[in-house]
């Protein structure tokens, strides 16, 4: 089945420590995008990428870093200066379902990271 | 800029209750609409869309309508489940890579 991974599903660090949440597709789909989700606040977006070996960032994009070497990968690095970092990650990529004509955004299952 | 609204949370109805959920957007040019649901611990998965003016987005008994004279797109649902206890997001889509979401209406059913 075609989809998006995300893993861990629970990711816990000290603080002060880089790390790395993982988001994978194989969708075929050009554009991926990173959210943040805190309770009362939705969806924020952190970076997305139109396509491989290019990146934009979003609205929060401080402390965060990205790459995009692969088209079916998309790793988030949540730095140390980051200065809240314990949240609900979600990875997304953009394109059309088979048989529709609009492109949409499909969901990772997400990843919960908390920092100690 | 571009910008959506939603209801705040949280909403708890009867079993077999009507549900509006309601949605107001901002946006330049023509936006596409969606509703997205989370289920606790998941992420989000679409649960309707209207690409333009008029169209009305229907799936599970759901359905929504884009409201281009009054820049809304309502959630509705005749007869609620307790399986419909999820969050709710209205999203705006205006044809560049980025997407717009609400923050989010927690429903509640009661049994």
């Known amino acids: 089945d075609g989809g998006i991974t995300q893993s861990p599903k629970y990711l816990f660090r000290k603080e002060g420590q880089n790390v790395t949440l993982s988001c994978e597709q194989n969708l075929n789909h050009d554009a991926m995008y990173w959210y943040r989700q805190d309770p009362g606040q939705g969806l924020r977006l952190i970076y997305y990428?139109?396509?491989?070996?290019?990146?934009q960032k979003g609205d929060i994009a401080e402390g965060y870093s990205v790459s995009r070497e692969k088209k079916e990968s998309f790793p988030l690095t949540v730095t140390s200066a980051q200065k809240n970092p314990t949240a609900f990650y979600l990875c997304a990529s953009r394109g059309r379902r088979e048989g529709s004509s609009y492109n949409e955004q499909f969901f990772g299952p997400g990843t919960r990271l908390t920092v100690l | 800029g571009n910008s959506v609204t939603q209801m705040e949370g949280p909403v708890t109805l009867s079993e077999e209750a009507f549900l509006t959920i309601n949605c107001t957007y901002t946006?330049?040019?023509?936006?596409?609409l969606f509703w997205y649901v989370q289920y606790p611990g998941e992420g989000l998965q679409l649960l309707l869309k209207?690409?333009?003016?008029?169209d009305k987005g229907s799936n599970k008994g759901f359905e929504a309508t884009y409201r281009k004279e009054t820049t809304s797109f309502h959630l509705e649902k005749g007869s609620v489940q307790v399986s419909d206890s999820a969050v709710y997001f209205c999203?705006?889509?205006?044809?560049?890579?980025?997407?717009?979401f609400g923050t989010g209406t927690r429903l509640k059913v009661l049994a």
């Open positions: 946006a330049t040019g023509y936006p596409s």
């Open positions: 990428s139109q396509i491989v070996n290019d990146f």
């Open positions: 999203a705006l889509g205006s044809g560049t890579y980025k997407y717009i």
């Open positions: 209207a690409t333009k003016a008029d």
